[in-house]
């Protein structure tokens, strides 16, 4: 009886996970699973079952959350806005020049430098992003 109990408990603590997300549930129902299989097994008393459920635990919290946590807890960042311009390229509308210059870039017109200021790009040449300089972005024709 004390087994289905256990596997009763680890159900609903694995399925109320779903709405935490901090895999804390997770580990304790997957302890109590455990619990439940070594309990129909073995047929341990109440304490029995309180140790094996402790130490599966334990080991669940101190090895396999931390590796997960790692793995799924934090999305990769995703560049967004002025971020993610850099490496992308864009059209010169006027003549880029160390203190002067247009590009079209993503649709938008944006003010532009060279990257060496001694280079000078003429209209109509492609360019790459190296960086975003406030509201300049900074360019390179490449090799």
């Given at each position: 009886?004390?087994?289905?109990l256990?596997?009763?408990?680890?159900?609903v603590?694995?399925?109320?996970?779903?709405?935490?997300g901090?895999?804390?549930?997770?580990?304790?129902?997957?302890?109590?699973?455990?619990?439940?299989g070594?309990?129909?097994?073995?047929?341990?008393?109440?304490?029995?079952?309180?140790?094996?459920?402790?130490?599966?635990?334990?080991?669940?919290f101190?090895?396999?959350?931390?590796?997960?946590?790692?793995?799924?807890?934090?999305p990769?960042?995703?560049?967004?806005?002025?971020?993610?311009?850099?490496?992308?390229?864009?059209?010169v509308?006027?003549?880029?020049?160390?203190?002067?210059?247009?590009i079209?870039?993503?649709?938008?017109?944006?003010?532009?430098?060279?990257l060496?200021?001694a280079?000078?790009?003429?209209?109509?040449?492609?360019?790459?992003?190296?960086?975003?300089?406030?509201?300049?972005?900074?360019v390179?024709?490449?090799?």
């Amino acid at each position: 009886m004390a087994a289905i109990l256990w596997l009763i408990a680890g159900i609903v603590l694995a399925a109320a996970e779903m709405l935490t997300g901090d895999l804390t549930l997770l580990m304790l129902g997957v302890a109590a699973l455990g619990t439940a299989g070594i309990s129909a097994a073995a047929d341990l008393p109440l304490w029995g079952d309180a140790l094996v459920f402790a130490a599966v635990s334990g080991v669940l919290f101190l090895g396999v959350r931390p590796v997960l946590r790692r793995r799924f807890g934090t999305p990769p960042p995703l560049p967004t806005n002025a971020d993610a311009l850099p490496g992308k390229s864009g059209l010169v509308l006027e003549e880029v020049a160390a203190h002067s210059g247009r590009i079209k870039l993503d649709g938008e017109v944006w003010t532009a430098r060279p990257l060496d200021p001694a280079d000078v790009y003429e209209a109509g040449v492609t360019v790459y992003v190296m960086k975003i300089d406030g509201a300049t972005a900074v360019v390179w024709k490449g090799p």
